[in-house]
């Protein structure tokens, strides 16, 4: 099962990284190109304990839907994403919030595996790893940009 793990160093308070890092609408305009979008569950705001959302995106020009739940919240120090439904065989995403100096440490550290056993370990290997590398890379360079903007 393959791990990302993504290191961000953030001008802000872990109060307001943890704060961004679980809103939705932050989410979705982060994720521009892929078209991200709540459609289920929380919609809008920020998310919290056992909190549920349903996502649309489209990537590789498909349509995927997912829907994750807060599994974990430790407010401002550590939450957990995990897939209930979607794409994934399995997918968690724990995010962590240390205070570094006059920042923050963001760290995401996500383990995903893909269904369709000897294929989907194949897509693990040559495409999902980088792509999703990609996403979350993409992702905190916003909140970085938008935190450090305030």
Do not use: K
């Not at 979705?28 to 809008?44: F, L």
């Not at 599994?71 to 957990?80: G, S």
């Not at 968690?92 to 006059?102: A, K, S, V």
């Not at 056993?117 to 590398?133: H, K, W």
Request: hydrophobic share 40%; glycine share 6%.
């Amino acid at each position: 099962m393959p791990t990302l793990r993504l290191e961000t160093l953030v001008r802000a308070s872990p109060e307001d990284c943890f704060d961004l890092s679980l809103s939705v609408d932050a989410h979705t305009a982060s994720m521009g190109p892929s078209g991200e979008r709540a459609v289920d569950g929380i919609t809008e705001g920020r998310m919290g304990p056992l909190d549920t959302v349903t996502w649309r995106a489209r990537h590789f020009g498909l349509p995927f839907r997912m829907t994750s739940t807060i599994t974990a919240w430790d407010r401002p120090r550590r939450f957990v994403d995990e897939q209930v439904a979607g794409p994934f065989r399995s997918w968690r995403h724990e995010h962590t919030f240390t205070p570094h100096l006059d920042r923050t440490l963001m760290v995401d550290i996500a383990t995903f595996e893909a269904p369709y056993g000897v294929l989907g370990r194949a897509a693990e290997t040559l495409v999902l790893t980088r792509y999703l590398m990609r996403l979350l890379s993409q992702r905190n360079d916003w909140l970085r940009t938008e935190l450090e903007r305030a």
